[in-house]
C-alpha cells in the first residue's frame, strides 16, 4: 500500500498544472478543489491505474469523488482487488 | 457491413503481378491507381500488411508514384495478424471497421483466426472494394477529404510529443491548441451527419442522424446544435465534435454527445461538457443527458462521470439518464483557447 501512494503521488506531481508547487501533495489533499489537476487528468489517472494494475474500475465506482485524493483512490483500489 | 475507415493491402499478386522477391518489374493490377485514387479522395485510410523488405517495397511504391496513399505501412517478415493490430493501433478504429485484402486463404484465415470482426477480400476480387461504401454518407465533406493528411499531421505531433521533456501537461502548452464551439449551421450539416455515422467509441447515444433530421434540429426553436472544430500548430482535426441539446421548461438535455476519438486525448469532450453546464446555468435550467452504454463508449461514459453526471435512474442497465447538479463546473484548460459562437443567425444561407 505504502508504494501505490509513493506512485500515485509521482503520477500526480509529474502531469500538475502548476508546474512549479513547492510542497509534496498530502495524502488527503483534494487534488481537483486545490486546482492541481483536473478532471481530464481524472481520465488519464484512471487509464494510468488500470494499467498499472492491470485491473478494471467497477463502472459505480467512477466518480470525481473516489479519484480526488491519494488517500480515495487508495481505498478505490482495494475495494477494486477483493 | 459495418462502415470501412481502412483498406489494409497486400502487395505481391495483390496490388500488383507477380512477387517482388523472385521479379523486380512488377506492374499494378489494372485499375488499381484508380481505386487507391477514388478511395483516398473519399477518406478511406490506406496501408499495407505485406511479408517482404521494407526498403525495397518502398522503393517500388515509390517509383510507382502510390507510397504517399499508405499510412503506417507494415512490410515485414512477421504475422499478419501483427501487421494489422499494430496499424488499427495507430488510426485508432475498430477491427469492424478495417478491410483485408490478401491473396492468399491462409493469411485471411490467419487474421480472421485473431480478429474475427475483420472484413476480408480474396485479391481476385480487388475490384469490390470500389462498391463496400454504400454506406458512406452520400456528400463527401472537406474532412473526409482531408483525413489522410490529418493523421500525416498527427504523425508529426506524436513525434513531436516523443521527444518532449517534461510533463505532458506542459507539451500540450506547446500545441496552442484552440477549440471553438459553434452553432451548427446549414454548411455544417453534411459533416454533422458524416460525425454520427462514423463516431463510435466518444459516442454518447450511438443514434445517427440523417441530414434531414439534423436539418429540423438546426430550425427548432427548442434544440441546440453545437458543432466543435479543434486546431492547433501542426494543423487542424477538422470539425471533431457535437452536441445536440433539447430544452423543455426546465431542463436542457443533451441527446447525443460526440468527440471524434482522434482528439482523445487533448480532452476536448470535458471541455464541451464545461461548456454546456455554463450553458445550462445561464439560461437557468437543470441539465440532463441521455446516455447509451455499449461495448465501445466506456471513454464517453468516463467523459460524464468525471464531469461530475450522476445517475438519476439506474433500473435499465444499458440506457442511461445522467444529470448534473452544476455544483461544480470545471474551467477550460489553460492550454487550450476555448472561443464560443452563441450567435443563432450567424452565417445561414439562404435556400
Redesign the interface.
Known amino acids: 500500500m505504502c508504494n501505490i501512494k509513493v506512485d500515485l503521488r509521482k503520477f500526480i506531481e509529474?502531469?500538475?498544472?502548476i508546474?512549479d508547487y513547492e510542497e509534496s501533495i498530502k495524502d488527503d489533499d483534494n487534488i481537483f478543489e486545490k486546482g492541481f489537476v483536473?478532471?481530464?487528468?481524472?481520465?488519464r489517472l484512471?487509464q494510468y491505474i488500470e494499467d498499472k494494475y492491470n485491473i478494471i474500475v467497477n463502472?459505480d465506482e467512477?466518480?470525481?469523488n473516489n479519484?480526488s485524493s491519494i488517500d480515495n483512490i487508495v481505498s478505490l483500489l482495494k475495494r477494486t482487488e477483493t | 457491413m459495418k462502415l470501412i475507415k481502412c483498406v489494409i493491402w497486400d502487395l505481391d499478386n495483390t496490388l500488383w503481378e507477380g512477387t517482388l522477391l523472385e521479379d523486380n518489374s512488377v506492374r499494378l493490377k489494372d485499375g488499381i491507381r484508380e481505386i487507391l485514387e477514388k478511395l483516398d479522395s473519399e477518406g478511406v485510410l490506406l496501408s499495407i500488411a505485406s511479408r517482404n523488405n521494407f526498403e525495397h517495397a518502398m522503393d517500388i511504391l515509390k517509383k510507382l508514384g502510390i507510397d504517399h496513399y499508405f499510412l503506417y505501412p507494415q512490410i515485414n517478415w512477421s504475422a499478419k495478424s501483427l501487421s494489422i493490430k499494430n496499424i488499427q493501433k495507430e488510426i485508432n478504429v475498430g477491427f469492424d471497421s478495417l478491410l483485408f485484402i490478401d491473396d492468399q486463404q491462409f493469411e485471411l484465415d490467419e487474421v480472421k483466426s485473431v480478429y474475427p470482426e475483420i472484413n476480408l477480400l480474396k485479391a481476385e476480387n480487388y475490384r469490390e472494394v470500389e462498391n463496400m461504401q454504400q454506406h458512406l454518407p452520400k456528400m463527401l465533406t472537406l474532412d473526409s477529404k482531408r483525413r489522410r493528411l490529418m493523421f500525416v499531421e498527427e504523425q508529426k505531433r506524436r513525434a513531436a510529443e516523443e521527444i518532449f521533456e517534461g510533463p505532458s501537461s506542459k507539451f500540450l502548452f506547446t500545441l496552442n491548441m484552440e477549440f471553438l464551439i459553434k452553432r451548427a449551421t446549414q454548411s455544417d450539416l453534411m459533416r454533422a451527419e458524416e460525425l454520427t455515422v462514423r463516431t463510435n467509441q466518444l459516442n454518447s447515444t450511438g443514434i445517427q442522424y440523417s441530414y434531414d433530421e439534423l436539418n429540423d434540429y438546426l430550425n427548432s426553436q427548442s434544440h441546440d446544435l453545437w458543432i466543435c472544430e479543434l486546431k492547433d500548430r501542426y494543423g487542424s482535426y477538422g470539425k471533431i465534435g457535437l452536441a445536440l441539446v433539447e430544452n423543455d421548461h426546465s431542463y436542457s438535455n443533451i441527446r447525443l454527445l460526440l468527440m471524434s476519438c482522434r482528439t482523445l486525448s487533448r480532452g476536448v469532450g470535458t471541455v464541451l461538457l464545461s461548456f454546456l453546464m455554463k450553458n445550462a446555468i445561464m439560461n437557468n435550467k437543470k441539465l440532463r443527458a441521455d446516455f447509451c452504454k455499449t461495448e465501445r463508449n466506456r471513454q464517453m461514459y468516463l467523459t460524464y462521470k468525471f464531469a461530475n453526471f450522476n445517475e438519476v435512474d439506474s433500473s435499465n442497465n444499458e440506457k442511461l439518464l445522467l444529470e448534473n447538479d452544476l455544483s461544480l463546473i470545471q474551467e477550460y484548460p489553460p492550454y487550450i483557447k476555448v472561443i464560443i459562437k452563441n450567435n443563432r443567425n450567424e452565417g445561414v444561407s439562404i435556400v
Open positions: 509529474a502531469n500538475m498544472e508546474f483536473n478532471s481530464i487528468f481524472a481520465m484512471l463502472d467512477i466518480s470525481l479519484f
